[in-house]
């Protein structure tokens, strides 16, 4: 049994924890657009080994968080602004139908985390990346409570792109704690499992995400 197999906390291996480390970092900007990925040096930084780190960076490179080139190394992708269109293209059409399945889907664990992530955005008073953070939290937890692996790893995959362009332009977008607190409703909505609510108010959170960007771009 290799390190990267062996499980921690919750059954996920040490590749997955890396993963999620790893991605943490690229999709907040701690690790900036362009920067070059030094394997070792982060599985260093980290406490890991380096195949679980190899591992984990395989599969940033095939969400588009990193890319790597030959004789040159391993980059953080930057972040274009022309694909805003593209993700959200994506997103416009694979959020409303998540959001609808949780309504429909979600078990008892499902509502209870939801409830718990409605009663935290209730009472929260985070910001910054901690409230980037909890919007991701959110956006998580209705994919699975889809109980469809694949749409959720789209999913995933896409909301990490989006986040990041929100993070390039952090200090210009003023509506970040209503734009993550219009998940309430949302979240509400999943709960309640009223499916057409869910589904027409991911539509427009989507809209919403993008129309922000656009306006300060």
Request: charged share 30%; aromatic share 4%.
């Amino acid at each position: 049994m290799t390190s990267s197999t062996v499980a921690g906390h919750g059954g996920e291996t040490l590749a997955d924890q890396a993963y999620r480390s790893i991605s943490d970092r690229l999709v907040t900007l701690r690790i900036r657009p362009g920067e070059p990925i030094n394997d070792e040096r982060i599985a260093a930084e980290l406490g890991f080994g380096r195949t679980p780190v190899r591992e984990a960076l395989k599969r940033l490179e095939h969400e588009r968080l990193i890319v790597s080139y030959p004789r040159r190394g391993t980059f953080a992708t930057e972040v274009h602004i022309a694909d805003l269109g593209h993700i959200s293209e994506v997103r416009q059409q694979l959020e409303p139908l998540a959001a609808a399945l949780a309504a429909e889907r979600a078990g008892e664990d499902d509502r209870a985390v939801l409830s718990r992530l409605l009663d935290r955005l209730s009472d929260t008073s985070e910001g910054g990346t901690d409230l980037i953070r909890l919007d991701m939290t959110v956006h998580r937890a209705i994919y699975a409570a889809t109980r469809n692996p694949y749409l959720e790893d789209t999913l995933i995959r896409y909301d990490n792109l989006a986040t990041r362009i929100w993070c390039l332009f952090l200090d210009r977008l003023p509506g970040l704690a209503g734009h993550v607190h219009e998940h309430g409703p949302l979240l509400r909505a999943v709960v309640d499992r009223d499916v057409e609510k869910a589904r027409a108010l991911a539509a427009s959170h989507v809209e919403g995400f993008a129309a922000a960007i656009r306006g300060v771009i």
